[in-house]
């Protein structure tokens, strides 16, 4: 075995020393994440404030981890809090033990509960881990509350309200394409995700502004 | 359902090409679905008329006239019937009604209380057409508006099915609720100003298919999904109806009605249908307390059970006394029952609170069950409380028997009661003379007897003399009469040829606790104190003991120095409050073992925190007899204890050991000792419908004595319970705290102007023991010479005024 | 006033022919028990009471007196459906009269209450009875008031009540108002309605009335101008009844003519000799069309009858052929509609009578009915999709399943239909609200189409949205 054998060891090495790297210095450094990112969830409002969740448990139903506790209640007539007879007294979703399998989202009728990217969160005590609603709700601007523990960068509590699914809610193959979600904080509304079947969706209407375009597809 | 007996002759016909036997009479819908063909139905219910609305259950039915479509809820079998469940007719009829249903129902299914359990959503699943073809808008009302105090009712989400107004005119006989308005705009509704007060509206949000009808208490508190559910046995009356208890976080929200045929043909009253809210009550005992100062204050289980074991070892067994038990399950029962007479020797225990009637007379005589009293054609003597107002789910079995089945009721009641509109005879007698009514009904005289004409009696005479089986409804019908004016008629009764009696003793499970020898002079097992030692026992008392009345008489007298309460409130449940209070100041230590804070709760020495139905198993006997499963569902709140296990601490602490670890002890114990129990397969009592614990013992009647001449001045009290009152439990449960009504003293009109008072005047009506004042009210249900009261309505009181030593009380009613 | 008309009897045509039940209506004060006495009246019970109760029940079996309220079922043989021994029984007269286009007894019960009585009594005779009730309807106020004053004379005349025209024959008629409903029209809801309770129809088996009635016992119901028809049978006796007529149809019925024609009216015709082309357009009748318009469809039973068409002119006013070829007879209502007709109007207009009316028991009348309405006013209104007429069809499918009954037409090579319908529903009226829907959108689908635009979006209303 001569020198150069033991050069051409080294040639994937060297290979590699000019070739763009892929590791980054995390996490001083943080390459864009995926549009469908499933992170900590946030529970939206309506425009006027009102709360989406109606406490409806299907939530919690789905949930395959059980990790999601809900209890509705009468809506007070005087001050309701959600639209209807019924809102979502007790909300409080475990992340000890969420998997973050989106199930819940998919269940929801009224999108009350989406996700934002945001995963970088820990805790110093279990019950920090267990979210309440309070800490769960958008704030007035659509916008999700940073907690003290979590890290939140720029964009990952955009487009929480208005996330799409490949096809609309019902199911039905005819709306491929149609954003079916209203983006109604003025926050978080973008292009429809290309159908189930890989057509090309519409282009987005004029008025709708996408955000959001550096992700991985 | 339709009325066959599996031994009816069969019929042949053809479902889904499958040959099929239905029985003689049986409906179709019934036919198939025994034969494993679900039909899907919204508006037949088996327990109800069939009336052929919701048109689901349409069929492709050839009965040689060629097929056609036709509702099988009301189609009765007939030979050689072809059956179509699944033809394309079939199913296209399926798909329109559900289509048509659907076009008006809001599918606001995420926020219904029925969503996950609907009947409409399973069979849209499982029949419908999958998607609507309705565009328009639908018909909107008025969400939730609340038809009574506990019932919301949504018109939007109705579907029109009868199954409520059909049950509130058929089964409870308030015909509150029925359609209004026409075509597209029917509606189910109350009268204007007239709300569904009826005992049993809950019912009808069991029954009720879609999420129309929704109960404030379960309304909003989880979804099906969540929630778990055990069979079980309703506690709060003696007919232990049959439930299911549903949870969700270890917290019980919901109780459901269970069909037993024996029972409760799954019915439930109001009152226990939303009685679970007491056993969740924030005023619930958790920790055992120890008197401090003027209060108590919480201790350790250690602490609580030494004082009291040191409270009773240091007292003569003569001088100790135990009263309640009703609460308990039969186990618990048997546990202290041993307790008391074995490891501490006294014979001074009695589970009834001087309101029931002597035990051996329960005991005694030949005992009829439910089905007995209902039989078609039978007659009901009526001789205890008004069955609307106390035992709910009896009412309801009695109301069917006599509308339906042909039954004939003959009432023997100091007033009307819910069924007198039903009675073919009512008879009112003066208080204390029930004994010589029932003599004169039985033997057919024709003079006028206890201030009841002799023609009504001799008519009453002639229904039970024309044969057939005869049931008595026995229990004690006003608290101001003594128990032993009941015996009396009951003994007089009891000449009747083929007679049953029906104890209708009301509270709880007083006749386990009968049977588990919570009485004066009985061991468990029926028997009598002096039959010798039973096995696995140590000793009996020598001595026949005290009911409640004389416990607490001696305690006043100063002979009894340690009083035990089994969930008893005798300073509020015993008919002499006065004799009640005296004898709780004379008695040295007071041991309460209870679960909500009543008022002897609050006087006692020592609580120790029991666990409620629902957070233990075991069984519970009936006002039949019958034997049913309890279950435990949820745990106890804090360290509150079941009650066996409190007794075999007890027993420990006083030094004994009573040798039962388990249930399963006791009832190896129990087949043992008790000639009654020891055939009973305690796999048998799981069974829905339970079994029937028989067997009597000698019963000799005791004459009641002589009635004082009746004062010409004075009325005679009448003292009833009602349905909803400020008992202990009912004002722990929210949602039945509210409903009761204003005490007042009602009297028959023509005893208003020998009073000189009308209507609405404030009386004060004054007996031998004390005083009140309260409203008159005339009412023709009250005979006249008596003046009704009803205790426990949380205001001027009868119980203030009844003297337990006297056969009747008598009271003056003079205007304040 | 026009030729032929009455002016005490407001839309009673005398036309020539023979009048059996109509032949007081010319006297203005027909009304009367003087009137009625010095006309015959009563005579007919005179005659009944010589007669045992079988002679003549006999006698009204013999003369075929066919149902006039709609089903055309003979009256002598209903009678004889009421189980032997069992007692009691009781006979109720059918006055709520509400098909619409119908006002034939209501003229019979305001001009001539007394021959009603008098046939009440002969069949409280013939089938031993003594308790009649008379059910009118709610709105019909002269007739309410006409037969209570005709009900108190003839009390006091011992024609009714106890030991009439001193035999041992005793019989109570009560007359009961209605509130106003159409479905009451219907014999097992005019029960409930009498028994007190909501006029909803009962399951018919178990509950046909001859066997299981008012009050649960056996109780025949009877139209109104059947039992009118009684008195003249029994005075004259069957042959002289079947002398007149057709074979098959004896006597003579009333028609309420409405609509396009020149002389609408109620008409006493020869049954099932006269046609509906003598009808609508004899000089002695209707006198045709009125001027400048032609015949476009007609009803020839009600509301709830399938339409007939220029073709179906010449079948005989008789229940038979007119089932066979698609429609019914009914209750004797003739609705003329000429060519100023929009048939999808009338459609609506017939099927929104029928929303308005059902009574809220069986879901697919209660719901679909509204929903026919909806899909028509959508229609109507410009608003229609291009399903909405098989839509339409398929939700009238799913109320009247199977082929529904309806006119031939010739054009498309179309069979007809023979009556009655199937239905998914208790009663008749779910499916009767398919037969305007039916019929037109077989005869006139063009006109249909017509006024469904062509649209790629679905327009909503401002109530819609």
């Known amino acids: 075995m001569g020198v150069l054998d033991y050069l051409r060891g080294f040639r994937v090495t060297f290979d590699k020393l000019f070739e763009e790297r892929v590791t980054t210095e995390y996490p001083e450094e943080k390459s864009p994440k995926p549009d469908r990112l499933h992170g900590r969830h946030v529970l939206n409002r309506y425009e006027d404030g009102m709360e989406k969740c109606i406490g409806c448990e299907l939530c919690a139903g789905v949930c395959p981890a059980k990790c999601i506790y809900v209890r509705g209640q009468d809506n007070p007539l005087d001050e309701p809090v959600s639209p209807g007879e019924r809102f979502g007294y007790i909300y409080e979703i475990n992340y000890l033990r969420c998997i973050h399998c989106d199930l819940c989202v998919e269940a929801c009728p009224t999108q009350a509960i989406t996700e934002t990217k945001l995963f970088e969160f820990s805790f110093t005590n279990r019950s920090d881990a267990i979210y309440t609603k309070d800490e769960l709700l958008v704030g007035d601007d659509g916008l999700p509350q940073n907690l003290p523990w979590e890290d939140w960068r720029p964009g990952e509590d955009v487009a929480t309200s208005a996330w799409m699914r490949a096809t609309s809610p019902a199911g039905d193959a005819d709306y491929v394409g149609t954003v079916g979600w209203s983006g109604e904080l003025g926050y978080g509304v973008r292009a429809p995700e290309v159908g189930q079947f890989g057509e090309d969706p519409e282009p987005p209407a004029a008025e709708v502004d996408p955000v959001d375009e550096g992700g991985h597809h | 359902m339709t009325d066959t007996a599996d031994t009816a002759e069969g019929i042949a016909i053809t479902v889904n090409g499958q040959a099929v036997e239905a029985r003689t009479g049986e409906l179709l819908i019934d036919a198939c679905e025994r034969n494993g063909v679900y039909i899907p139905r919204f508006c037949y219910h088996p327990r109800m008329t069939p009336v052929g609305m919701c048109r689901m259950c349409l069929v492709e039915v050839d009965t040689g006239r060629g097929a056609a479509l036709q509702p099988s809820c009301m189609l009765t079998c007939a030979p050689d019937m072809v059956v179509e469940t699944e033809s394309d007719l079939t199913k296209k009829a399926q798909d329109g009604v559900l289509e048509f249903l659907l076009i008006n129902h809001p599918l606001d299914c995420p926020i219904c209380d029925k969503g996950g359990e609907c009947p409409l959503q399973d069979q849209t699943m499982a029949y419908g057409p999958g998607e609507s073809r309705f565009v328009e808008e639908k018909r909107h009302y008025e969400k939730p508006i609340p038809i009574n105090d506990n019932v919301y009712l949504d018109r939007e989400r109705c579907i029109l099915c009868d199954r409520c107004t059909r049950f509130a005119k058929e089964v409870a006989g308030d015909p509150l609720i029925h359609f209004q308005g026409r075509g597209n705009g029917t509606e189910v509704n109350t009268f204007p100003d007239e709300p569904f007060a009826s005992y049993f509206s809950g019912n009808t949000v069991q029954i009720c298919p879609v999420g129309a009808l929704t109960a404030k208490p379960y309304r909003f508190k989880a979804r099906p999904w969540d929630l778990e559910e055990v069979e079980s046995t309703a506690t709060i009356d003696s007919v232990g109806s049959r439930i299911v208890i549903q949870s969700s976080r270890n917290k019980v929200l919901r109780y459901l009605g269970v069909d037993s045929d024996a029972v409760n043909w799954g019915w439930l009253g109001d009152r226990e249908r939303f009685s679970f809210e007491a056993l969740n009550s924030e005023l619930r005992l958790t920790e055992p307390l120890i008197a401090s100062g003027e209060g108590h204050r919480v201790t350790t289980w250690s602490a609580a059970l030494g004082a009291a074991a040191d409270a009773i070892a240091k007292t003569p067994a003569s001088r100790v006394a135990a009263i309640g038990g009703a609460r308990l399950t039969n186990e618990a029962q048997y546990v202290w029952a041993k307790l008391l007479k074995d490891v501490i020797g006294t014979d001074h225990v009695d589970a009834q609170l001087g309101d029931g009637l002597p035990a051996d007379l329960v005991l005694g005589l030949p005992r009829a069950t439910i089905a007995d009293a209902c039989r078609p054609g039978g007659t009901i003597v009526l001789c205890g ?83 057939g089986p005869v049931t008595v409804l026995l229990g004690r019908a006003s608290a101001a009469e003594s128990a032993a004016v009941v015996a009396e008629a009951a003994a007089a009764l009891s000449n009747i040829d ?29 028997q009598r104190l002096g039959a010798g030692i039973p096995r696995g026992w140590t000793s009996v008392p020598s001595e026949t003991g005290l009911d409640s009345t004389g416990i607490l008489t001696a305690a006043v007298a100063g002979e009894v120095d340690a009083l035990i309460l089994l969930g008893a409130d005798p300073l509020r449940d015993f008919p002499d409050r006065h004799l009640a209070e005296q004898a709780f100041d004379a008695v040295d230590t007071v041991v309460a073992v209870d679960t909500l804070p009543t008022d002897s709760v609050a006087a006692a020495d020592i609580v120790l925190a029991a666990a409620a139905t629902t957070e233990v198993a075991g069984t519970f006997t009936n006002l039949e007899g019958r034997l049913s499963a309890l279950a435990q569902k949820v745990t106890p709140p804090g360290t509150a204890r079941p009650d066996w296990i409190i007794a075999a601490e007890l027993a420990l602490a006083l030094g004994g050991d009573l040798a039962i670890q388990s249930l399963d002890d006791v009832w190896t114990e129990l087949a043992a000792m008790s000639p009654v129990h020891a055939a009973i397969d305690p796999a048998a009592a799981a069974e829905r419908d339970g079994v029937l614990v028989t067997g009597t013992i000698d019963y000799t009647p005791v004459e009641q004595g002589e009635l004082p001449a009746k004062d010409a001045y004075a009325l005679r009290l009448v003292s009833v319970r009602a349905m909803y009152d400020q008992g202990s439990s009912l004002a722990a449960s929210p949602s039945s705290a509210g409903l009761h009504r204003e005490p007042v003293l009602a009297l028959h009109a023509a005893d208003f102007e020998k009073l000189g008072v009308s209507a609405g005047d404030e009386v004060s009506v004054t007996s031998a023991r004390g005083g009140v004042t309260l409203a008159v009210q005339s009412d023709p249900g009250v005979p006249r010479g008596s003046a009704v009261m009803v205790s426990h309505l949380g205001g001027p009181d009868p119980y203030d005024l009844i003297d337990t030593t006297t056969l009747v009380t008598e009271v003056l009613v003079e205007r304040a | 006033m026009a030729e032929g008309y009455i002016t005490h009897a407001p839309g009673y045509v005398l036309n020539d022919g023979p009048k059996i039940v109509t032949s007081r209506f010319v006297h203005d004060d027909s009304f009367t028990l003087t009137r009625s006495r010095a006309t015959g009246g009563y005579q007919g019970l005179e005659a009944c009471l010589a007669k045992s109760p079988a002679e003549v029940h006999d006698e009204v079996r013999e003369a075929v007196l066919l149902g006039r309220g709609g089903a055309g079922f003979p009256a002598g043989t209903k009678w004889g459906f009421c189980p032997e021994g069992v007692w009691p029984r009781y006979l109720v007269v059918n006055g709520d009269e509400s098909e619409p286009g119908t006002y034939k007894d209501r003229l019979l019960m305001e001009l001539d209450p007394h021959q009603l009585i008098e046939g009440c009594l002969i069949a409280c005779y013939a089938l031993g009875l003594s308790q009649c009730f008379l059910y009118v309807r709610g709105e019909m106020a002269l007739a309410q008031e006409r037969i209570a004053t005709a009900l108190n004379d003839a009390y006091d005349a011992g024609l009714v009540g106890k030991n009439i025209l001193g035999t041992d024959f005793s019989v109570d008629v009560v007359l009961h108002w209605g509130a106003g409903a159409y479905i009451v029209g219907e014999e097992t809801a005019l029960i409930e309605s009498l028994e007190g309770n909501r006029g909803m129809p009962r399951l018919k088996p178990p509950f046909f009335p001859a066997a299981i009635g008012l009050y649960g016992k056996p109780t025949i119901v009877n139209n109104v101008e059947t039992l009118s ?39 006493e015709v020869e049954h099932g000799v006269t046609t509906f082309r003598d009808l609508i357009y004899g000089d002695n009748h209707c006198q045709g069309i009125r001027d400048g318009h032609q015949l476009k469809m007609f009803i020839p039973g009600g509301g709830s009858a399938p339409w007939f068409f220029e073709e179906h002119l010449d079948l005989p006013l008789e229940a038979r052929p007119v089932g066979a070829a698609g429609s019914m007879l009914g209750s004797g209502a003739i609705v003329i509609m000429d060519d100023s007709t929009d048939a999808v109007q009338a459609c609506l207009r017939v099927v929104r009578f029928f929303a308005r009316e059902s009574c809220g028991k069986c879901t697919p009348c209660r719901e679909g009915t509204t929903w026919e309405e909806q899909i028509l006013r959508r229609i109507y209104d410009g608003h229609g999709r291009p399903g909405d007429i098989d839509m339409l069809l398929d939700v009238a499918d799913n109320i009247s399943p199977g082929p529904y009954p309806v006119a031939a037409d010739e054009s498309q090579g179309l069979e007809a239909v023979p009556f009655p319908p199937k239905q998914t529903t208790i009663c008749p009226l779910g499916p009767s609200s398919v037969a305007p829907i039916v019929s037109a959108i077989r005869r006139f689908r063009p006109e249909f189409e017509a006024r469904i635009p062509v649209r790629t979006t679905i327009p909503v209303s401002a109530g819609q949205r």
């Open chain 3, 229 to 267: 028809n009684v008195p003249w049978i029994i005075s004259n006796g069957a042959e002289a009844y079947k002398r007149h007529g057709s074979e098959s149809s004896p006597g003579t019925r009333m028609f309420a003519v409405s609509g396009h024609v020149k002389r609408p009216g109620v008409y």
């Open chain 2, 498 to 526: 083929d007679v049953g009696f029906l104890s209708t003793l009301t509270r709880g499970n007083v006749h386990g606790a009968l049977d588990m020898g919570l009485a004066p002079g009985l061991l468990p097992g029926r």
């Open chain 2, 385 to 467: 409380p008004d069955p609307k107002e106390s035992l709910g789910a009896l009412y309801l079995r009695l109301r069917h028997a006599v509308i339906e089945d042909g039954a004939t009721l003959i009432e023997l009641t100091p007033r009307s009661t819910g069924l007198s509109a039903l009675a073919a005879h009512t008879l009112h007698p003066r208080p204390g003379e029930l004994g010589a009514l029932a003599r004169a009904l039985v033997a057919g005289t024709t003079d006028d007897v206890a201030g009841v004409s002799g023609a009504a009696i001799g008519a009453a005479h002639q229904a039970i003399a024309a044969g």
